[in-house]
């Protein structure tokens, strides 16, 4: 005999689990999108793409895209190569590569003159990842770099010589810089061809941002011709909000054709897998945070493939 309130009670529970529920339509697009990605592969670049990932404005997901938009890539089979540029060293500790005092390192190549060669390190994440680690060094290197010969060139010819040298070449180099815009971040933007800009979707978010355009324009009329703001990716996305909402159309109001289509949320996972030594991309594959940034990775690929002819 039944209950009085059992299929009352069952009802309720058979709604909540209902496919019309926000968390059965969460649960079916995170589904949805896991297949997409699983079943896509990515085109390669015909030549090297070197981005630089900058924003002046701290605290906007600089170093969190720069790594796990470079493991995305190279868990999709590119070799991807991230020049760790901020005196913190977060990229390195992201991907997991000895950064301490006495390693081989950025410092020793821009500085020094070390070969670049010298200071890559294998990233433990994927077998075609790797990194070029920053030190506590790099924190005095603005000064140092005041007295040298051709000292915002000095990253770009490390990075073509080393280049040049390669029998299997890199895809992607990623450049992460430090929140300023200091000659460590000249110095990426005299080496890259792309700047990648991340902005937070909040209030202040577009604070600064004109002067970095600016500053950029000077680089590329008097030390890069080849540099341009290929992208821009929106981070930190909150969708419950007007505010998030009205700081993305506000952007994309703005570059239209720079923008990706993919929004970053906030994520708990982005942000503990750093912790651990790890890009979320190997953290947690099926999170929202991993998803999004494999599907900005894709766009990035797709922006970058050549016109014509065949996949490598």
Same mark, same amino acid.
């Given at each position: 005999?039944?209950?009085?309130?059992?299929?009352?009670?069952?009802?309720?529970?058979?709604? !909540?689990?209902?496919?019309?529920? =926000?968390?059965?339509?969460?649960?079916?697009?995170? #589904? +949805?999108?896991?297949?997409? @990605?699983?079943?896509?592969?990515?085109?390669?670049?015909?030549?090297?793409?070197? %981005?630089?990932?900058?924003?002046?404005?701290?605290?906007?997901?600089? #170093?969190?895209?720069?790594?796990?938009?470079?493991?995305?890539?190279?868990?999709?089979?590119?070799?991807?190569?991230? @020049?760790?540029?901020?005196?913190? &060293?977060?990229?390195?500790?992201?991907? &997991?590569?000895?950064?301490?005092?006495? #390693?081989?390192?950025?410092?020793?190549?821009?500085?020094?003159?070390?070969?670049? &060669?010298?200071?890559?390190?294998?990233?433990?994440?994927?077998?075609?990842?790797?990194? !070029? =680690?920053? #030190? @506590?060094?790099? *924190?005095?290197?603005? @000064?140092?770099?005041?007295?040298? !010969?051709?000292?915002?060139?000095?990253? +770009?010819?490390?990075?073509?010589?080393?280049?040049? &040298?390669?029998?299997?070449?890199?895809?992607?180099?990623?450049?992460?810089? =430090?929140?300023?815009? /200091?000659?460590?971040?000249?110095?990426?933007?005299?080496?890259?061809?792309?700047?990648?800009?991340?902005?937070?979707?909040?209030?202040?978010?577009?604070? /600064?941002?004109?002067?970095?355009?600016?500053?950029?324009?000077?680089?590329?009329?008097?030390?890069?011709?080849?540099?341009?703001?290929?992208?821009? %990716?929106?981070?930190?996305?909150?969708?419950?909000?007007?505010? *998030?909402?009205?700081?993305?159309?506000?952007?994309?109001?703005?570059?239209?054709?720079?923008? %990706?289509?993919?929004?970053? =949320?906030?994520? !708990?996972?982005?942000?503990?897998?750093?912790?651990?030594?790890?890009?979320?991309?190997?953290?947690?594959?099926?999170?929202?945070?991993?998803?999004?940034? %494999?599907?900005?990775?894709?766009?990035? *690929? +797709?922006?970058?493939?050549?016109?014509?002819?065949?996949?490598?």
């Amino acid at each position: 005999m039944k209950h009085p309130g059992e299929d009352q009670h069952s009802s309720s529970s058979a709604s !909540v689990f209902d496919g019309a529920t =926000p968390l059965a339509r969460e649960i079916a697009d995170l #589904t +949805r999108r896991r297949q997409a @990605i699983a079943s896509e592969r990515l085109p390669k670049p015909e030549k090297t793409r070197v %981005l630089t990932i900058s924003n002046q404005k701290g605290g906007v997901g600089k #170093t969190t895209t720069a790594v796990n938009i470079a493991a995305a890539l190279a868990r999709q089979g590119a070799r991807v190569l991230v @020049i760790d540029l901020d005196p913190q &060293g977060n990229a390195s500790t992201a991907l &997991g590569v000895d950064h301490r005092a006495d #390693t081989a390192s950025v410092y020793d190549v821009i500085v020094n003159d070390l070969p670049l &060669g010298d200071a890559v390190q294998k990233s433990p994440e994927f077998g075609a990842l790797y990194c !070029v =680690p920053a #030190t @506590i060094h790099l *924190a005095g290197a603005e @000064i140092e770099l005041v007295s040298l !010969v051709a000292r915002e060139q000095r990253l +770009r010819r490390a990075l073509d010589l080393y280049m040049q &040298g390669l029998e299997e070449p890199f895809d992607y180099v990623f450049i992460d810089c =430090p929140p300023s815009l /200091g000659l460590l971040t000249i110095n990426a933007f005299v080496a890259a061809r792309e700047v990648l800009i991340p902005i937070q979707c909040e209030y202040y978010a577009l604070e /600064g941002l004109s002067q970095l355009l600016k500053n950029i324009e000077l680089i590329e009329k008097h030390l890069n011709p080849d540099l341009s703001v290929s992208t821009i %990716l929106l981070t930190m996305y909150d969708s419950r909000t007007n505010l *998030a909402n009205q700081v993305a159309q506000d952007v994309r109001d703005h570059f239209p054709k720079q923008v %990706l289509k993919t929004l970053i =949320p906030r994520s !708990v996972r982005v942000s503990e897998a750093p912790s651990y030594g790890q890009s979320v991309i190997s953290y947690d594959l099926n999170s929202a945070g991993s998803l999004s940034y %494999l599907e900005a990775a894709a766009e990035i *690929a +797709r922006r970058g493939a050549p016109q014509t002819g065949s996949q490598r």
